[in-house]
């Protein structure tokens, strides 16, 4: 079916996603995504199956501070080795190469504090986990529709990352169910 002429700024969202497409899927970036998300569902897990105070806390906030976390807990130094990769990876991939260390640092601290009880990390962890597993499947909905139809012109994306209460259908929104089986919805 075809989804009618396109305006100029319909033109420059589609030269633009083809850029992103290209870096994206065929440059690798969703693979590396996917890489992290994996890496951050181990660090929950692990997080998880720890007792309180054994991957975080005031005593390893304090082991993290004197730079003996290592020593003190090697799986509290594994998850925050774990999470800094992929916050940095993340980071990257935002901001490109040129980000500094302390920045990186800071994203961190952000989502995993070694001094911070292990139920307001794993709040904040998923929290990430959810994020980058909805951009993954936003990204590869408009991927699968981009590859269908050639542009993304009425594409509206998956709702992965859209506020659960449903809202009322304003104009005419209505769900494609693309070759994939990914449903993804769109305005005419």
Do not use: C, M
């Amino acid at each position: 079916s075809s989804l009618g002429n396109l305006t100029v700024a319909l033109k420059a969202v589609d030269n633009k996603f083809g850029n992103e497409y290209t870096d994206f899927f065929a440059g690798g970036g969703i693979n590396s995504l996917e890489k992290n998300v994996e890496e951050l569902d181990r660090a929950i897990k692990i997080i998880e199956q720890s007792k309180e105070g054994d991957t975080s806390g005031k005593f390893i906030g304090l082991a993290d501070k004197s730079g003996t976390l290592s020593y003190v807990s090697p799986t509290a130094a594994d998850v925050k080795d774990l999470i800094g990769g992929v916050a940095q990876s993340n980071l990257r991939q935002i901001l490109g190469g040129q980000f500094a260390a302390k920045e990186g640092e800071q994203l961190l601290q952000r989502q995993y504090d070694t001094a911070q009880t292990k139920d307001n990390n794993l709040r904040r962890l998923r929290a990430l986990y959810k994020q980058a597993s909805d951009t993954i499947k936003d990204k590869k909905a408009a991927a699968q529709y981009y590859e269908e139809f050639g542009t993304l012109k009425g594409f509206k994306g998956t709702g992965a990352s859209e506020k659960k209460e449903e809202t009322p259908a304003t104009g005419n929104k209505k769900t494609r169910t693309l070759k994939s089986g990914l449903v993804v919805t769109i305005e005419d």
